[in-house]
C-alpha cells in the first residue's frame, strides 16, 4: 500500500535508540494491527445491517399481512351484520316483500350488491330477488351442491349467519360470496336472506391499500381459491394458485417461498380470517425485490466501508509525517518542563497531537483548571438560590456559608462560620432524636427543622456530599444544599387537616341520612321518596353552604335563607308579592354541626307549615328571629306562624318531623325544642349551646 511504503520511509528518517524501536515503527505495526480486526469488524457489521434490512422488510410485510387481514375482517363482518338486520326486519315476519325489496335493494345497492330471500323448506326456492325486476320470474331452485344451496342449508341446520365459499351464481353466471342469515318465527327458521357481493368489488379496495405496485394482495376462501385479488381480478379469480400447494408446515411460519400466478418466485405472508371460514389473505412481492433490499445496502455499505478505509490510511500517514517532525523537540520540552527551568522553553512547530502539547503545558493547564474551578465554585457558591454550606468534618464548623443560607437560618455569617455547625441549628426536638456526622443538616439527604434566633421554626430540605477528601480517601470538606420547604409542609398540614374534617363530615351526613331514610313513614312510596328528597336536598344546600368557607362553618342568615328561599317574594309568595317568610337577627357563624342540625330543623318546619301552618293559606306569614344569650350561654331562635289556618291545640301524635327536629338538637347540639300551639298559629323557641352552635372566634361569641 502507499501509506504503509510511507510509513517505512519515515521509519528509516532517523536513527533509534539500541534495542528500541521508534516511533515510526510503532506507528507502522499499530495501522496493520488496527487494519485486520477493522476489517473483520466492518464485515460482520455489514452482515449484521443486512440482516437488519432483511428483517425490516419481512416485519413491514407481515404487519401489512395483518393490516390487510383485519380490514377483510371488518369487511366480511360489515355483510354478515347487514344480512342479519335484514333478516330481523319486521316486513318478513309479516310477509309484506314488496315493501322488503325496496328497502333491501337500497342497503343492497350501499354495498354493490344484491339480496335475495329463499325459502327454508328443502329446495330452498327464491322468494324474493332484487337483481331482478319485480315482474321478472324467479330462477328455479339450485340443485345439492351448486349455487347458494349449500350456504342455505348451513343456515337453516344452525340458525345461525354464515358465510359462503367463492361458487358462480345460477342466475348471473358470475364468480359471487354471499352472507346469508335466518329469518326465525316462532323458533323455527321459516325463509334465509341472502346478500350477494361482487368479489370485484372487493378486489378495487385491495388495490386502493395494497403496498406498492410490485406487490400484490389476494384473498382466498376456505377451499383455497381466490375470491379477489389486488391486480389482474377478472384473470385469476376462482383460480387456485401454486402457493397454495407448498407444504402446510412451510405455510404455518406466514411467510414462505413459492412461485407465483405469473411462474416468477415471491416472497409470501399469510393471515388467517377470523370472520371467514377457512379464508385467509396472502401478500406477495417478487423475490428479488426482496433480496434487492437488503443487497443493495449491503454493497453500499462495503463500497463506503473501502473508500472510508482508504481515506483512514492516508490520514493515518499525513499524521504520522505531521507528528514525527516535532516529536524531538516535544520530547526536549517536556524534559525542561519537568526539571522546572526557568529558561524559555524553545519553539516546538505544530504536531496537531493534543497529547504532545499537553506534555509541554500540563503544569500550566493544571494551575489554570484549578483557579478557573475554585472562582465558578465561588460564583455558584454565592449567587445560588438555595442555601449553600461548607463544613469541616473534622470540627463539624461551618467554613463558609452563602447569603441564602443565613437567610434560611436567620443567623448572619459572623455567626455561622467557625463557631456553629448543622447539629447547633436544629430544633432540640430533632436534635434529641438525630445525631448528624460532620458536615450534615439533619442526615445527608433529609428533611428537618431548624430553630431561628426568634424562635421560628423553619423546616428545610437538604442534601449532603463530600467536596474533599484526604490523601487515605477520609472525608475533610462538606457540602450541603438546603432549600426552605416551611410553606409546602404548612400546605400538607392543612390538607390532612381538611381531608380529616372532610371524612368526618361525610361520615356525619351518612348517618344522618340513614336515619332519614330508617324513621321516614313508607306508607306511600310516593310520598316516602318525595320527604326522603326534600331532607337530603336541605342537607345538601347546608353542606353548599359550608363548602364555600372551606368547612369552618356557615352564617346563620343565608343558612336561613337557602332553607326558606322558596318562600320569599318572587317564590311562593302572596299574590300581593309580599314576602312569606321574614327573618331578623344579629350576624353570627355557626358550627358544621349546628349547620348541619338547623338546616334539618328549619326544613321541618317549613314543610309543617306548608302543609298544616301559616303557608298553606294565602296572607300567611313565618317570623324567624334568633338571639345570643350570653349570660345562659345560649343560641335562641323563635319561629311564628300567623294568618294560617286557625289552631285548636298540639296535634294528637307526634309526627316524623317532630322527631327529627327533637333529635337533631338534642343530639347533635344538646339543645332543645319547644312548639307552643296559639290561635293564630305555632310558636317554636329553640334553644342550643352557645359552645356548641356557634364558631370559636367568630361573630356572635363576643359577650
Given at each position: 500500500m502507499p501509506q504503509t511504503a510511507a510509513l517505512e520511509k519515515m521509519g528509516a528518517a532517523r536513527p533509534?535508540?539500541?534495542?528500541?524501536?521508534?516511533?515510526?515503527?510503532?506507528?507502522?505495526?499499530?495501522?496493520?494491527?488496527?487494519?485486520?480486526?477493522?476489517?473483520?469488524?466492518?464485515?460482520?457489521?455489514?452482515?449484521?445491517?443486512?440482516?437488519?434490512?432483511?428483517?425490516?422488510?419481512?416485519?413491514?410485510?407481515?404487519?401489512?399481512?395483518?393490516?390487510?387481514?383485519?380490514?377483510?375482517?371488518?369487511?366480511?363482518?360489515?355483510?354478515?351484520?347487514?344480512?342479519?338486520?335484514?333478516?330481523?326486519?319486521?316486513?318478513?315476519?309479516?310477509?309484506?316483500?314488496?315493501?322488503?325489496?325496496?328497502?333491501?335493494?337500497?342497503?343492497?345497492?350501499?354495498?354493490?350488491?344484491?339480496?335475495?330471500?329463499?325459502?327454508?323448506?328443502?329446495?330452498?326456492?327464491?322468494?324474493?330477488?332484487?337483481?331482478?325486476?319485480?315482474?321478472?320470474?324467479?330462477?328455479?331452485?339450485?340443485?345439492?351442491?351448486?349455487?347458494?344451496?349449500?350456504?342455505?342449508?348451513?343456515?337453516?341446520?344452525?340458525?345461525?349467519?354464515?358465510?359462503?365459499?367463492l361458487f358462480t351464481g345460477q342466475a348471473t353466471g358470475?364468480?359471487?360470496?354471499?352472507?346469508?342469515?335466518?329469518?326465525?318465527?316462532?323458533?323455527?327458521?321459516?325463509?334465509v336472506v341472502v346478500l350477494v357481493m361482487d368479489p370485484a368489488v372487493l378486489s378495487r379496495r385491495l388495490r386502493q391499500r395494497r403496498p406498492s405496485s410490485d406487490a400484490f394482495v389476494s384473498v382466498a376462501d376456505g377451499n383455497g381459491r381466490i375470491v379477489a385479488r389486488s391486480q389482474d381480478h377478472d384473470r385469476f379469480v376462482g383460480m387456485i394458485p401454486p402457493s397454495r400447494m407448498v407444504d402446510p408446515a412451510e405455510r404455518s411460519k406466514r411467510l414462505f417461498r413459492a412461485m407465483t400466478v405469473y411462474g416468477e418466485p415471491g416472497?409470501?405472508?399469510?393471515?388467517?380470517?377470523?370472520?371467514?371460514?377457512?379464508?385467509?389473505?396472502?401478500?406477495?412481492?417478487?423475490?428479488?425485490?426482496?433480496?434487492?433490499?437488503?443487497?443493495?445496502?449491503?454493497?453500499?455499505?462495503?463500497?463506503?466501508?473501502?473508500?472510508?478505509?482508504?481515506?483512514?490510511?492516508?490520514?493515518?500517514?499525513?499524521?504520522?509525517r505531521r507528528m514525527l517532525h516535532p516529536v524531538e523537540a516535544l520530547v526536549r520540552r517536556a524534559d525542561a518542563v519537568v526539571a522546572g527551568s526557568s529558561?524559555?522553553?524553545?519553539?516546538?512547530?505544530?504536531?496537531?497531537?493534543?497529547?504532545?502539547?499537553?506534555?509541554?503545558?500540563?503544569?500550566?493547564?493544571?494551575e489554570a483548571t484549578l483557579a478557573a474551578r475554585e472562582a465558578e465554585f465561588r460564583a455558584i457558591?454565592?449567587?445560588?438560590?438555595?442555601?449553600?454550606?461548607?463544613?469541616?468534618?473534622?470540627?463539624?464548623?461551618?467554613?463558609?456559608?452563602?447569603?441564602?443560607?443565613?437567610?434560611?437560618?436567620?443567623?448572619?455569617?459572623?455567626?455561622?462560620?467557625?463557631?456553629?455547625?448543622?447539629?447547633?441549628?436544629?430544633?432540640?426536638?430533632?436534635?434529641?432524636?438525630?445525631?448528624?456526622?460532620?458536615?450534615?443538616?439533619?442526615?445527608?439527604?433529609?428533611?428537618?427543622?431548624?430553630?431561628?434566633?426568634?424562635?421560628?421554626?423553619?423546616?428545610?430540605?437538604?442534601?449532603?456530599?463530600?467536596?474533599?477528601?484526604?490523601a487515605a480517601g477520609q472525608p475533610l470538606r462538606m457540602v450541603t444544599v438546603a432549600q426552605d420547604i416551611t410553606a409546602r409542609k404548612r400546605a400538607e398540614e392543612a390538607r390532612r387537616l381538611l381531608s380529616l374534617e372532610v371524612d368526618h363530615r361525610a361520615k356525619n351526613v351518612l348517618a344522618v341520612v340513614q336515619a332519614v331514610l330508617r324513621l321516614t313513614p313508607r306508607d306511600d312510596p310516593a310520598t316516602y321518596a318525595s320527604a326522603v328528597e326534600a331532607r337530603i336536598a336541605a342537607l345538601a344546600r347546608a353542606h353548599t353552604l359550608l363548602a364555600q368557607a372551606s368547612w369552618r362553618g356557615a352564617e346563620l342568615r343565608a343558612l336561613?335563607?337557602?332553607?326558606?328561599?322558596?318562600?320569599?317574594?318572587?317564590?311562593?309568595?302572596?299574590?300581593?308579592?309580599?314576602?312569606?317568610?321574614?327573618?331578623?337577627?344579629?350576624?353570627?357563624?355557626?358550627?358544621?354541626?349546628?349547620?348541619?342540625?338547623?338546616?334539618?330543623?328549619?326544613h321541618e318546619l317549613a314543610t309543617n307549615a306548608v302543609k298544616y301552618g301559616a303557608l298553606s293559606a294565602p296572607g300567611g306569614l313565618v317570623d324567624l328571629s334568633w338571639s345570643t344569650d350570653h349570660a345562659a350561654g345560649l343560641l335562641r331562635l323563635c319561629w311564628a306562624e300567623s294568618g294560617g289556618p286557625p289552631v285548636s291545640g298540639p296535634p294528637s301524635r307526634q309526627g316524623f318531623g317532630s322527631r327529627v327536629i327533637k333529635a337533631s338538637l338534642r343530639d347533635q347540639l344538646g339543645g332543645q325544642a319547644r312548639p307552643v300551639w296559639h290561635p293564630t298559629g305555632l310558636v317554636c323557641e329553640i334553644e342550643a349551646p352557645i359552645d356548641r352552635a356557634l364558631l370559636p372566634g367568630g361573630p356572635g361569641m363576643a359577650g
Open positions: 533509534e535508540a539500541p534495542g528500541l524501536r521508534g516511533l515510526r515503527s510503532h506507528l507502522l505495526a499499530l495501522v496493520l494491527a488496527v487494519l485486520a480486526p477493522a476489517l473483520l469488524i466492518s464485515g460482520g457489521a455489514a452482515w449484521h445491517l443486512a440482516g437488519s434490512y432483511r428483517h425490516a422488510f419481512e416485519t413491514r410485510l407481515q404487519d401489512t399481512t395483518r393490516a390487510l387481514a383485519l380490514f377483510v375482517d371488518s369487511e366480511i363482518d360489515t355483510q354478515l351484520t347487514t344480512v342479519t338486520a335484514l333478516a330481523s326486519s319486521p316486513l318478513l315476519q309479516r310477509g309484506e316483500l314488496e315493501v322488503f325489496r325496496e328497502w333491501a335493494r337500497g342497503i343492497a345497492e350501499g354495498s354493490e350488491g344484491w339480496v335475495v330471500v329463499n325459502d327454508a323448506a328443502p329446495g330452498h326456492q327464491q322468494l324474493l330477488n332484487t337483481a331482478l325486476p319485480a315482474d321478472a320470474p324467479l330462477p328455479p331452485p339450485s340443485a345439492p351442491g351448486q349455487g347458494a344451496w349449500d350456504i342455505v342449508r348451513e343456515v337453516v341446520e344452525t340458525r345461525r349467519p354464515a358465510m359462503s365459499n358470475r364468480h359471487v360470496v354471499v352472507a346469508a342469515a335466518p329469518v326465525m318465527r316462532d323458533g323455527q327458521v321459516t325463509q416472497l409470501f405472508s399469510a393471515q388467517d380470517l377470523q370472520m371467514g371460514p377457512g379464508w385467509s389473505v396472502v401478500v406477495s412481492v417478487p423475490y428479488a425485490q426482496y433480496r434487492l433490499s437488503w443487497l443493495a445496502p449491503l454493497g453500499a455499505l462495503l463500497v463506503g466501508s473501502a473508500v472510508a478505509l482508504g481515506i483512514g490510511l492516508g490520514v493515518a500517514a499525513w499524521l504520522a529558561a524559555p522553553l524553545p519553539p516546538v512547530p505544530p504536531a496537531g497531537v493534543a497529547e504532545f502539547e499537553a506534555l509541554r503545558r500540563s503544569s500550566e493547564r493544571a457558591f454565592e449567587t445560588a438560590a438555595a442555601g449553600v454550606a461548607e463544613t469541616e468534618a473534622a470540627t463539624g464548623r461551618y467554613l463558609r456559608v452563602n447569603d441564602t443560607f443565613c437567610a434560611i437560618t436567620g443567623r448572619p455569617a459572623a455567626e455561622l462560620v467557625g463557631r456553629l455547625g448543622p447539629r447547633d441549628l436544629l430544633h432540640p426536638a430533632d436534635r434529641a432524636l438525630s445525631a448528624p456526622s460532620a458536615g450534615q443538616l439533619g442526615g445527608m439527604d433529609t428533611e428537618s427543622r431548624l430553630l431561628r434566633p426568634d424562635g421560628e421554626v423553619v423546616w428545610v430540605q437538604s442534601s449532603t456530599a463530600v467536596s474533599m477528601r484526604g336561613a335563607e337557602a332553607e326558606l328561599g322558596a318562600f320569599q317574594a318572587g317564590g311562593s309568595s302572596a299574590s300581593d308579592g309580599a314576602p312569606r317568610a321574614r327573618l331578623s337577627g344579629p350576624h353570627v357563624m355557626l358550627t358544621p354541626g349546628a349547620a348541619q342540625a338547623l338546616s334539618m330543623v328549619l
